[in-house]
C-alpha cells in the first residue's frame, strides 16, 4: 500500500546500544522529517532531508545520526542509546517544504 | 521565541454540539499553519492547510481560521461526534529561514455520547 511506514512499531533496547529506526515512503516526497514526542515537550524535530543526499539538523539532533541514499528511505539512528531517548519517534514526509505534513505511525522506544 | 500555545489542554462536550479550539502563536510573519489529528498510539493526520494569505480553509464539518495579526486560529468542529474525540494539534512554519513546524502541544478533545 502507498504511504509510510516505519518499523519497528516498538523497541526496546539497553543503554549504550546502538539502535536504527526505519523509515520508507512510497510517494517519492522530496521532503522527510523525523521528529519525537514526549509528554511536556511536544513534538521536536530531530532531522530533516529535502532530497537525497541532503539532511540538516534539526530541534533536538545530539545523540542521532540520520543518511538517506535513496528518496524513499530516511533511517534514524542512535548511536549509543541514553533513558533520555525513550520517546515516540515520527517519521513524516511532504512533497515540498509548507506543504501537507504525512506522518507514519510513530516507533514505541524505550532504553532501559 | 517562536512558540505555538493550545489553550485549553482538554475539552470534553457532549455529541452534538458545536466548538471551537484555539491556537495562538507568538509572531505573525507565518508562511502557513496546519492543524493535525492525533488518535491515541497513532501518527498525526494533517485536517487543514492555511497559507498566510488565506483567511480560512473548510473540510466537511471542519472549518480553520486564520488572523496572522492577532496570531491566532481555530479549527471549527460542526455538529461533534463521538468519532471526533482525539487529540487536535495546530503547527505554524514561521517565516525567517526555518525549515521546521512549530507545534502546539495540543488540546485532546472527547465527545461524549
Known amino acids: 500500500d502507498a504511504g509510510i511506514t516505519q518499523s519497528p512499531r516498538y523497541k526496546i533496547t539497553e543503554t549504550g546500544r546502538q539502535v536504527t529506526l526505519m523509515c520508507h515512503q512510497t510517494w517519492s516526497h522530496s521532503y522527510m522529517f523525523w521528529y519525537r514526542q514526549d509528554l511536556g515537550h511536544g513534538l521536536r524535530l530531530i532531522y530533516y532531508s529535502a532530497a537525497a543526499d541532503i539532511t540538516d539538523k534539526g530541534e533536538v539532533p545530539d545523540g542521532y545520526v540520520v543518511s538517506r541514499s535513496k528518496t524513499e528511505n530516511f533511517p534514524l539512528t542512535l548511536e549509543s542509546a541514553t533513558r533520555s531517548q525513550t520517546s515516540v519517534y515520527f517519521c513524516?514526509?511532504?512533497?515540498?517544504?509548507?506543504?501537507?505534513?504525512?506522518f507514519g505511525s510513530g516507533t514505541q522506544l524505550s532504553v532501559l | 521565541k517562536q512558540e505555538v500555545t493550545q489553550i485549553p489542554a482538554a475539552l470534553s462536550v457532549p455529541e452534538g454540539e458545536n466548538l471551537v479550539l484555539n491556537c495562538s502563536f507568538t509572531?505573525?510573519?507565518?508562511?502557513?499553519l496546519q492543524w493535525f489529528r492525533q488518535d491515541p498510539g497513532k501518527g498525526l493526520t494533517s485536517l487543514l492547510l492555511?497559507?498566510?494569505?488565506?483567511r480560512e480553509q473548510t473540510s466537511g464539518r471542519l472549518n480553520a481560521s486564520l488572523d496572522k495579526s492577532s496570531g491566532r486560529s481555530t479549527l471549527y468542529i460542526a455538529a461533534s461526534q463521538p468519532g471526533d474525540s482525539a487529540t487536535y494539534l495546530c503547527a505554524v512554519r514561521f517565516q525567517g529561514g526555518s525549515e521546521k513546524l512549530v507545534f502546539g502541544k495540543g488540546t485532546k478533545l472527547t465527545v461524549n455520547p
Open positions: 492555511i497559507q498566510s494569505s488565506q
Open positions: 513524516a514526509s511532504s512533497q515540498f517544504l509548507g506543504e501537507k505534513l504525512f
Open positions: 509572531d505573525s510573519a507565518i508562511y502557513n
